[in-house]
């Protein structure tokens, strides 16, 4: 079967389709919206990401630029695709995983058991039980030696060797050694690491700059990181400060200048002084993208601005971020992209 991937850190999420049919013809047809850049025909469809997006029609995948031009060909069938990262796109075959350029072509054989997308230069593969990195050539730059990893940012990578995290630097050097519980990616010079039960920020020294003191911390976006005090969900700033106290059903990451958080069952988006730019009334939301975000009113997804006014009525029965200038949406059981008005 052919599979479209989705992929997260050392995780895999999977739609499945069928087999192989002739050829790919991609409609340029005219249509009732005028938001349309490409219209809703494709079965699945991915975000725009380095000009091109991941597309299924039919049992074909291809990969379209922003006008809706096939722009990658695979040249052989795979059973699973990726978006492109770094100029790479990961692709399965039976149980093995390696990568596809943007000619097409076979880049690194699938030869891994699991991999992660490209970030700084550098890939996760799995051998047998172990993680490694390897370079866009395919040559293995730090022999797979451990049990988890969190892939590279800010030029450090979280790993695991025995019960206990540290990092790494790009030549496999222990740059903070494995004294943590757990530990998360770097991302504005500050990672999340647990010390026995409890969640802090550490620098990039290895020292703890918020003290282990919630029940979770996730990466900072914005400027700002998430943590978790039971089921209340509140923000820390770069300086280590508890900026907005935990009290969220729910709370994203900040985007835009805005957080998603959920109160009382209902979403709305809130200022990074804690006050409610917009009060919580969505039965669903995403967060902003490109100054707009997708929201669910009466079952139909639409678009609102910053201020909270729909730019794009609802009417979709599915809606995505805004990535390079364009949203993917489902209509009607298909998708397609389309523009800001």
């Known amino acids: 079967m052919l599979r479209f991937l989705l992929l997260a850190t050392l995780g895999f999420a999977t739609v499945s389709v069928c087999s192989h049919p002739p050829n790919l013809t991609i409609e340029q047809r005219a249509i009732a919206s005028d938001l349309f850049a490409i219209d809703h025909q494709f079965d699945s469809a991915t975000d725009f990401a380095e000009g091109t997006a991941l597309v299924q029609l039919g049992r074909e995948f291809r990969y379209i630029d922003r006008l809706g031009r096939v722009m990658v060909t695979p040249k052989q069938e795979f059973e699973a695709y990726s978006p492109f990262s770094e100029g790479l796109a990961v692709v399965k075959l039976g149980d093995q995983y390696g990568f596809l350029n943007r000619q097409g072509e076979v880049a690194i054989p699938p030869k891994f058991e699991r991999v992660t997308r490209f970030r700084e230069g550098f890939a996760v593969v799995q051998m047998g039980r172990l993680y490694g990195f390897i370079k866009p050539t395919g040559e293995v730059a730090i022999a797979p030696q451990y049990q988890l990893t969190s892939g590279f940012s800010n030029g450090l990578a979280a790993v695991k060797r025995g019960e206990k995290y540290g990092y790494i630097d790009a030549s496999g050097r222990t740059a903070i050694s494995l004294r943590f519980d757990d530990a998360w990616q770097f991302s504005h010079g500050l990672a999340a690491a647990k010390i026995g039960q409890k969640w802090g920020y550490i620098n990039q020294t290895g020292q703890f700059v918020v003290q282990p003191q919630f029940d979770g911390a996730f990466n900072f976006s914005d400027s700002m990181g998430r943590v978790r005090l039971g089921n209340q969900w509140g923000f820390v700033d770069t300086s280590g400060k508890i900026a907005i106290a935990p009290q969220y059903q729910f709370a994203s990451d900040f985007s835009n200048g805005l ?83």
């Open 259 to 341: 957080a998603l958080v959920e109160q009382n069952d209902r979403w709305g988006y809130i200022q990074k002084s804690g006050k409610f730019a917009i009060a919580p009334q969505y039965q669903f939301a995403g967060s902003f993208s490109d100054g707009l975000a997708p929201v669910k009113i009466k079952e139909k997804w639409g678009y609102i601005d910053t201020t909270g006014k729909i730019a794009i009525a609802p009417q979709f029965d599915e809606a995505g971020d805004f990535k390079e200038g364009l949203a993917r949406v489902q209509l009607n059981e298909k998708w397609g992209y389309i523009r800001k008005p």
